[in-house]
């Protein structure tokens, strides 16, 4: 039986920067990293971006670590080994090779996986999902050969219109059949979603809404797509982009607390004595936003691979930080920035000049900023950022925070 | 290299000499700039380029560069070695 003093589950950039600092901080420890892939820390924002899916720039560009640097580090890295039970009281976690581990501290970094699509036919070859590196490379290899014609995506968010870019780009029709009303809802308003349209729409990309495909056509390959309304649409690739799922059903026997993630304290601690989670897969007590919540980017999970790291060497660090990311497509750049969820409890401000492209959604609770949403308009991301981060009294300053001149600076405590 | 742009860093009792940002790289996820708005911005072309290769100091810069998810910031010390990605 293996036995480690930190282990953590998941290689990912919680994961990975986690035992990045563990070892900086206790030398001697014993360190494993348990993966259910076989590769070591790669770069999961590179996958949906264009030089790398279309091979312009070096494939070992996805690399963030090489891997000799774990050795290098005295950290075990168990790839290809999947996490299928855990017991808190005797802490020992399960593999499905039968193996088990012992810890003293454990990390769950494990992220969360594409949602399957459970339709007729979408096990069929020609039918992609983006989250892994595997994912990508099939997306590669059925590139590459450029007999690819037509491509039917199906969902509306950051990969989508990132994949729909670079479709194009090789000269690959697309088809973009989505259940919502609008595309990126409601990640995006109904404004801001008509800028990001209206460029689908002039490079080519035909959008279908409000319906969905009930089953993948083909002998043995993708042939077409059948939607809810009896129609067909020929095509020769499916891009499954239906959203994510956090994979608890291992968890249970544990008996941690689970909501859709595993739930966190601010300290990132969950519900079971010496475990702590980071990453994708936590849905912690957010101290800024007053709200539990879950994030799914780059930036939130690195810093909270860190907090948990420190947490688990004995410190009592809050997780603090407004997260954001932002998306790249057909010369578009968005940035979102806090919570962009919609919900009843919520105003929202617009900024900005829809026919100049430029514009953005201000996501109002009470008396303060909570999140936003800028089409165009990145310069002033870190403000947003800083003005939820600060938590600002805001509710006089509707009118200025409308205005696109105003300089949203002057707001901030210091100025 | 390919694409890349180089910023001399003479900040006094620093260990870090030149910044260097790949701009083939540069996917504009600003994780950068989130850690030091003081060092860097987005230009026209939705590639960060350096405005004061002085103003952070090591550890911070360091962090700019670790925080980029495609390892597009490269720091080179004061004798020429690479500090970053190492």
Redesign the interface.
Known sequence: MADYRYLIVGGGIAGTTAAETLRKADPDATIGIVSDEPYPFYSRVLLSKPAFLLGKQPFDSVWMKKPEWYGENRIAFLGSKTATALDAHTKILTLATGETITYEKLLLASGVHSRTWEIPGAEKPGVHYLRTLDHAKAIIDDLKAGEKKRAVMIGSACVTFEVAEILRTVGVEVTEVMREHWFWQPGLSERESKIVEKHLIDHGVTIIRDTEVTEVLGDGKVEGVLLKDGSIIACDMVFAFIGVVMPTGWLESSEIALDRGIVADEYLATSLPDVWTAGDAARYNDVLLHDRVMMGNWMNAREQGEVAAENMLGKKRRFELVSFHTSHGFGNMIGFAGDGRVADDRTYLYRGDEASGAFGRIIVRGKVIVGATMVNRIPELGTFVKLIQHGVDISAKHTELQDPNFDLKTLLPSA | MANTQEYVRNKEGSKIGKIVVDR??C?????C??VS?ATY??DDE?KVVVTDANAADDETLIMSAE?C???AILLFGTDGTQVFPK
């Not at chain 2, 996917?27 to 994780?31: D, E, K, N, P």
């Open positions: 083939d790289l996917i504009a996820a600003v994780s700039i989130a708005e911005k987005l939705n925080s998810p495609t390892k």
